[in-house]
Every structure is written in C-alpha cells, then in structure tokens.
C-alpha cells in the first residue's frame, strides 16, 4: 500500500516537473500585497521625515525584504534547484567588497579634498 | 548505479542541499538540471545586468560620500506641488507602486500560460506593457521636470554638480530596460494571442518551437526591472 502511494507522489512531482512552474494564485496575491505595504512603508519612511541611523536601517529592511520577495515568488527561486539559486544568487554578494573598496577610497578623496582646498569643492 | 541515478533520474529522484549542488555541478551533464537553457540563460543575463546596475549605484555612492558640497535633497527635489502644498516624493511613490503592479499582472500571466489560457495570458501581459509604458511616461515627465528647473549633468541650482550626472544615468539605464521590457513583452503577448505556443508554431529567428516557458522567461527580465527599481528607489531617492 505504502509502495503504491511513493508511487503516486513520484507521478504527481514528476508532472509537476513537467508542467513548469504552477504555484497557487492566492500566493502571487499575498505577495503582491505585501510588496505594496512594504513600499508603502518604506514611502512613509520619507513622508514621516525619519532620519539618521533608524532611516538608513528601515529603507535597508523594507529593500531586502521586497527584494527577496520578487526574487523567491515572483521569479520562482523559492523552487528551482540550490545548483542555479547559488550560482544566481552568490555572486552578487561580491558586489559588497566593491562596495567597501569604493566607501575607504571615497573616504579618502574627501579627506584630501578637505585637507588640501578646504571646505571648496 | 547510485551515479546512474543521479546524472540520468527523474527531478524526485536528484539529492537535495548543498549533496544536489555538488552532484549537479560534478554530473559532467548540464548543471542546471530543471531549468530550461532559455530560463539559465535568462538568470546568467541578468545576474551580468545585476553587475551593471550595482556599478552605477556603486559610482554614485562613491560621488555622494566624496563631495564636500551638500547632496541635493531627493525628497524635496522630486516633490510635486499638489492642492496648494509640496507632497515629498508623491511621483516616485506612484511610480513604485505602477511598477509593482505590473510585476503582479505579469506573475498572474505566467501562471494562467502555463494553464494554457492563452487570451487570459495575452491580456494580462498587455496590462503589464500598458502599466510600464506608464511607468515610462511618468519617468518622461520627471525628466522634463527636472530640465526646466535646471539640472544637468554638469551642474543644478540645489547642491553637488554629481546629482545630474547620476541622476540622468541611472534613471535612464533603468528606463531603458523597462522601454527594451515594454517591447519584448508585446513581442510575446501577439505570439501567446496568436496560439504560437498552443500550435508549435516556429519563431521568425530562431526557426525554434515555442513553449509557454516563454511567458516565464519574459517575466523573469520584467521582474527583474522591478527589482532593480526597489534598489534605485531606496538607495537613490530615499537615502
């Protein structure tokens, strides 16, 4: 009897492999809704004139959490092999050592700008 | 055997976890086993796109921090007089929420394409390039906005001669994309109109059969339009 049910899961994710990608609709709305509360918010963000540090942590919130959003329902990472999700999704993050490059080389050309010509651009 | 199973098994029959990741990539076949060429090809794209638009946000962080002259405030620069006061920001928030929805329209088309409910599809789709063509008409008014109060890529009447060049640049690269996105979903909403994925039929340039994947593949590049859009609103605009 259990044989005969692996059996029928097996069928079933088969033809679910076969089909492509066929989520229920409810899901697609549920994000979608929570993608326009989370850009709301990040709206209100502005609006309220929040500033400073409890800023800069709510605008970075509210993006990955839209980011992550599209990118796992909306463009069906959430179920595609670790295989393509890695190699899409690691790379990237070595953006962020650019990212520190560019800030301490940044830092220093106003720094020189500073020392050397004074508050002038 | 156990090799023969998992270089030649069905999806259910692959290991998951990272033990899937490393018999994907060792299985001397293709590694991606599930997605199409079309869909790998698509993420390989716009994991390269990602690199592009990272490399501007990257210059433009680097022009904000290395200025000694005070960046232009966004929220008051992009405001709009509305009912007799300056709503801060009001475009770009109408804006955000355009682009979202045309994400949603096109998430609905690809799931009612591969339900083969090709008018559905067709119509959804057109609502998608309906929604961003907005997207870019709005963009297009911002620009003109923006010109007449004069900002240029050299220099404008609020702070930091950088915030024109950035600007331009960056909005622009992203108004393309959603233009080129615009296009190339009218491209495969005549052919999901037409039953060219129902009746296989062959494509003009490839000479290939198509599949409803199209769909998919086309919404994978429009969600992506949206997703570099959440970067660019929080970092360029909100920041």
Known sequence: MSETTAHAQVQTAHAQAHSGQQHPIGLYFFVWGLLFVLSAASYMVDYLGVQSYLRWTLILVFMMLKAGLIVAVFMHMAWERLALVYAILLPPLLVLVFVALMVSEADYTIFTRLAFFGAGP | ?239
């Open chain 2, 1 to 239: 055997m156990a090799q023969t199973i998992e270089t030649h098994g069905g999806a259910d029959l692959r290991p998951s976890g990272l033990r899937g990741v490393a018999a994907d990539f060792s299985s001397d076949q293709r590694a991606f086993k599930t997605a199409s060429w079309g869909k790998a090809m698509m993420w390989i794209f716009l994991l390269s796109d990602t690199f592009v638009f990272g490399c501007f946000l990257i210059a433009y962080m680097t022009a904000r921090i290395s200025t000694p002259v005070p960046w232009p405030n966004p929220s008051e620069v992009f405001a709009l007089h509305i009912g007799g006061q300056d709503v801060p920001l009001i475009l770009i928030a109408i804006m955000t929420f355009v682009l979202i929805s045309s994400s949603g329209t096109m998430a609905m088309a690809v799931n009612f394409g591969y339900r083969r409910d090709r008018r559905t599809t067709a119509v959804l789709m057109l609502l998608t390039a309906l929604l961003g063509a907005c997207f870019v008409g709005m963009q297009a008014f911002e620009w003109t906005k923006l010109i007449t109060e004069g900002v240029r890529p050299w220099e404008n009447p609020w702070g930091a001669a950088q915030f024109g060049s950035t600007f331009f640049m960056i909005t622009g690269f992203h108004g393309t994309h959603v233009t080129i996105g615009v296009i190339f979903l009218l491209i495969v909403a005549r052919k999901v109109w037409r039953g060219d994925f129902d009746a296989e039929r062959r494509g003009f340039f490839t000479s290939r059969k198509g599949r409803y994947e199209a769909v998919e593949i086309m919404g994978l590049y429009w969600h992506f339009v949206d997703l570099v859009w959440v970067f660019i609103f929080a970092f360029f605009y909100l920041w």
